[in-house]
């Protein structure tokens, strides 16, 4: 099949990546599927390794899957020989990556002049260095570091996290892309400085259209800037819970949803007091090598049915409008057949 729904602007369908050979290869991303429409914000939350950076990737090109199929504006990005398609080019200027590591993404021995203009002469978005320097300065501004002419011949190391990350994020702009991906793009700076940076995130979205893959450990963070979007929660390779942000922060219904929603931390001691608890039966992630059999969150889980839970590995079921979950219980409790 190389059409996509048409409904997306970018989709992952049924996407499976491998990693390493023999008895070390592991299933990192397994069967992962859904669709992002234009403007629109989903997170993948999930712990680390879940998946959900490899996903990233894979959604942005960087890395190829060893399976399934990326569809981006309704076309595939791979052929079905596994070459890059006709529009590979479109594609990759049109979907790009905010990484996690402002120190590590940034060169080094570049002023954030040259950082930000070698992109746009590069793909020819100016026809020259004048028309360059106005448009740097344009993001620069867009991003909020102004004045201008503070940050223009810079070297990232004078630069703070937070600001690093700004020009991450304007690199990004000089192409037009119609699709970030922001893969824990906030996790590494000051809590004090991350309101900020998600707030100028969300103005590109309302102003210039931009549609999110937001990647985060964290349900705050993804509660904060995705509340009008979706969140897909990830767990060991797969996508355990799909739904709207207030439904999933409001009535969770996978337990490992549940778990993480619980050990988000409150600022209003009532409200940590009043949280219900979930028991986790062991707090070991268990090994992509020796994967548990059935449900993958049943040696952790404590709704775990024997028998059922331990042997029957849960699909990933619609239980309502735009709503899925991967949980013998919970489509039993909402009526979904299993
Ligand atoms: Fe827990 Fe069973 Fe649901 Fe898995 S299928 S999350 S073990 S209740």
């Known amino acids: ?27 990192a991303v397994d069967d992962v599927s859904f669709g992002i429409r234009q403007g629109e914000v989903v997170c993948l939350v999930g712990e680390s390794g879940c ?59 570049h002023t954030i002049y040259k950082i930000l203009s070698t992109p746009l002469l590069h793909h020819k978005f100016v026809a020259n260095t004048y028309e360059a320097l106005d448009r740097v300065i344009e993001l620069l501004n867009i991003v909020g570091l102004s004045p201008v002419e503070d940050f223009l011949y810079k070297y990232p190391h004078q630069l703070s996290g937070g600001q690093r990350q700004r020009v ?6 000089t192409v037009n892309p119609r699709v ?71 009535d969770p219904l996978h337990p490992y949803s549940k778990a993480l929603l619980a050990a988000v931390p409150e600022a209003d001691p009532e409200l940590t007091r009043s949280k219900k608890r979930v028991e986790l039966r062991s707090q070991d992630i268990p090994s992509l090598l020796a994967l548990p059999s059935g449900c993958r969150f049943h040696p952790r889980c404590p709704y775990f049915e024997p028998g059922l839970c331990d042997v029957k590995r849960p699909e990933l079921l619609p239980v309502g409008e735009n709503r899925y979950v991967a949980c013998h219980i919970a489509a039993r409790e909402a009526g979904a057949p299993t």
């Open 1 to 27: 099949m190389n059409a996509g729904s048409g409904e997306y602007l970018i989709e992952a369908r049924n996407l499976v990546r491998m990693f390493g050979a023999r008895r070390e290869r592991v299933t």
């Open 51 to 109: 998946g959900k950076t490899t996903t990233g990737k894979m959604i942005t090109g960087l890395l190829k899957p060893t399976s399934g199929q990326v569809f981006y504006a309704g076309k595939s990005v791979w052929t079905p020989r596994g070459d890059k398609g006709e529009d590979f080019k479109t594609y990759r200027l049109g979907v790009q990556i905010i990484h996690q590591d402002p120190y590590a993404s940034l060169n080094p021995s």
């Open 168 to 173: 991450s994020v304007a690199r990004a702009l």
């Open 180 to 250: 970030i991906v922001a893969d824990e793009a906030v996790s590494m700076v000051d809590v004090s400085i991350r309101v900020g940076l998600l707030n100028m995130m969300a103005d590109l979205k309302r102003n210039l259209g931009v549609t999110y893959l937001f990647i985060t450990h964290d349900l705050a963070v993804a509660k904060f800037f995705a509340w009008e979007g979706r969140i897909a929660v990830m767990y060991v390779g797969s996508i355990v819970e799909f739904a709207s942000t207030p439904q999933l922060i409001n």
